[in-house]
């Protein structure tokens, strides 16, 4: 397939499907970091292996995908059902699942966490690993991805006016969970001025974070 670069997500996958390898490097290169850092802070001894099954599995199912929705939808959709099969597999229910560090020692050395450089980087990281599974996904995937609500809806395979109510339940957790984490003074005030800025800064570090995991 010439033109690889210029191919479209699907075009690509279609010719992965066909047999190009040289398609499927071009598109695992593409999402790679994003869906890596999907599962990173959530199951983080299985994030390297439910990557690879994501992508295996939106090779495997590409007739089932929708235009309308869009590629991106479609492979965090997969990546989503990963993850639910495997806390189903653990014995955890996906909306009472909370993953505190505690419970789930593998946390606090996710590619993230250990990445971060500001304490107010970590303080977050490790709030949003408290949220339940579905706001966490929201979470990630609005400030990390830039996904509009209906996008994100699309993934969960629910209405956008749900989506924007669970951005609100996040915010209003995440808020909480910042509170309870720290003292006043500097860091609890840095991070209280601007929280959705604190939350979209981590899009980055978490990405480099995730690009390294791959050389």
């Known amino acids: 397939m010439n033109?690889?670069?210029?191919?479209?997500?699907?075009?690509?996958?279609?010719?992965?499907?066909?047999?190009?390898a040289a398609a499927a490097n071009a598109l695992t290169q593409r999402h790679y970091t994003s869906v890596r850092r999907f599962f990173d802070l959530k199951v983080t001894h299985l994030a390297e292996d439910l990557t690879q099954?994501?992508?295996?599995a939106a090779v495997e199912g590409v007739e089932r995908y929708r235009a309308e929705a869009g590629f991106r939808a479609y492979l965090f959709g997969i990546a989503r059902l990963q993850l639910l099969r495997v806390l189903r597999k653990q014995g955890r229910h996906e909306h009472a699942m909370r993953f505190?560090?505690?419970?789930?020692?593998?946390?606090?050395?996710?590619?993230?966490?250990?990445?971060?450089?500001?304490?107010?980087?970590?303080?977050?990281?490790?709030?949003?690993?408290?949220?339940?599974?579905?706001?966490q996904i929201v979470v990630?995937?609005?400030?990390?991805?830039?996904m509009p609500t209906?996008?994100?809806g699309a993934v969960l395979e629910t209405n956008p006016s749900t989506i924007t109510s669970r951005l609100a339940r996040a915010r209003e957790q995440v808020h909480q969970l910042v509170l309870e984490m720290t003292r006043p003074g500097r860091l609890r005030e840095s991070l209280?001025?601007?929280?959705?800025?604190?939350?979209?800064?981590l899009g980055p570090l978490t990405a480099n974070a995730n690009a390294n995991a791959r050389r």
Do not use: N
């Open 3 to 20: 033109g690889l670069g210029a191919a479209s997500d699907i075009e690509l996958l279609r010719a992965w499907r066909a047999g190009d």
């Open 53 to 56: 099954q994501t992508f295996l």
């Open 100 to 135: 505190a560090g505690a419970e789930t020692p593998g946390v606090a050395t996710s590619l993230s966490v250990v990445a971060a450089r500001r304490e107010e980087h970590k303080v977050l990281l490790m709030a949003l690993t408290q949220l339940p599974t579905d706001l």
């Open 140 to 146: 990630e995937l609005f400030y990390w991805e830039g």
């Open 150 to 152: 209906a996008e994100i």
């Open 192 to 201: 209280m001025a601007d929280l959705d800025g604190w939350q979209r800064s």
